[in-house]
T-cell receptor, first 109, second 115 residues
């Protein structure tokens, strides 16, 4: 089983749509959780950290369910510029980051 | 945020040659640097973790004699792909972690093509 699993997509949505991505992780001892965004042929960039209480940053909302070992990212009012691959990232026991394979999002006009 | 640079950004080489990739933290000191590899449409795979002044820790399945990592200072780590072969063609990305923060800052990546 992979340490971090994501639905690869692709998700093709119209502008203004709400889209949600899910991620599960296998290591129950994981401590830190993140969503990164990666544009084609570019390095990943931190989108937001994920906290147990859930957190919001503008149109983006992240949720963590430790009991189910599940993380989610919700994007509201999606923009064309949101098109990218979204990576779920989990800190392993050695404090190394483990990446999911990513979920590709395409927002269309 | 903190800036991490990589050089070169892309390289094309013949099979059998060695390629060195540099990763530098430009405005902070990085006690730990990470090297990842990403094949097309796949996730980043951690290759090794390097701490300044000590030997790198390689992930299972990564040949330490083929992928030589040197982390000689708090701002520089190098990855040398020795005797490169076409199957080593990939996107190599480094990241650096600061002493103070848990966040990793990624370099822009190096695209290696081995002919």
């Amino acid at each position: 089983r992979k340490e971090v699993e994501q639905d690869p997509g692709p998700f093709n949505v119209p502008e203004g749509a709400t889209v949600a991505f899910n991620c599960t992780y296998s290591n129950s001892a994981s401590q830190s959780f993140f969503w990164y965004r990666q544009d084609c042929r570019k390095e990943p960039k931190l989108l937001m950290s994920v906290y147990s209480s859930g957190n919001e940053d503008g149109r983006f909302t992240a949720q963590l369910n430790r009991a189910s070992q599940y993380i989610s990212l919700l994007i509201r009012d999606s923009k064309l510029s949101d098109s990218a691959t979204y990576l779920c990232v989990v800190n392993s026991q050695n404090n190394d980051m483990r990446f999911g394979a990513g979920t590709r999002l395409t927002v269309k006009p | 945020g903190a800036v991490v640079s990589q050089h070169p950004s892309w390289v094309i080489c013949k099979s059998g040659t060695s390629v060195k990739i540099e990763c530098r933290s430009l405005d902070f000191q990085a006690t730990t640097m990470f090297w990842y590899r990403q094949f097309p449409k796949q996730s980043l795979m951690l290759m090794a973790t390097s701490n300044e002044g000590s030997k790198a820790t390689y992930e299972q399945g990564v040949e330490k004699d083929k992928f030589l990592i040197n982390h000689a200072s708090l701002t520089l780590s190098t990855l040398t792909v020795t005797s490169a072969h076409p199957e080593d063609s990939s996107f190599y990305i480094c990241s650096a972690r600061t002493v103070l923060y848990n966040e990793q800052f990624f370099g822009p990546g190096t695209r290696l093509t081995v002919l």
